[in-house]
């Protein structure tokens, strides 16, 4: 079982930035991020792979949002740069031991307790 602690969620003017991390318990395959406003569905967000060269990110979010990963913690972060109110959202740290995020079910996901990301106009 494997645990996963988020932090640095937070409320931002649009325009601005946060910066989100992600640590897990042991190391995984792939980590990554979803999010899910009111009356919405899961959105896939981003994800990396435990090498670092396995990087996806969803369309909604590409220019804007980077993903990286410290190993040697099991962390991974998500920098989020030119933030908008439509990103407003609970924010989910996933990860996986047996495949690559976004690309397997979530059934096998673990997931994190979610933090909130409110942006405001």
């Known amino acids: 079982q494997v645990q996963l602690v988020e932090s640095g969620g937070g409320l931002v003017q649009a325009g601005g930035s946060l910066r989100l991390s992600c640590a897990a318990s042991e190391r995984t395959f792939s980590m990554g991020w979803f999010r899910q406003a009111p009356g919405k569905e899961r959105e896939f967000v981003a994800r990396?792979?435990?090498?670092?060269?396995?990087?996806y990110y969803g369309d909604s979010v590409k220019g804007r949002f980077t993903i990286s990963r410290d190993n040697a913690k099991n962390t991974v972060y998500l920098q989020m740069n030119s933030l908008k109110p439509e990103d407003t959202a609970v924010y989910s740290c996933?990860?996986?031991?047996?495949?690559?995020?976004?690309?397997?079910?979530?059934?096998?996901?673990?997931w994190g307790q979610g933090t909130q990301v409110t942006v405001s106009s």
């Open positions: 990396i792979s435990w090498s670092g060269s396995l990087i």
């Open positions: 996933a990860a996986s031991s047996a495949g690559l995020v976004s690309a397997i079910p979530a059934s096998s996901y673990y």
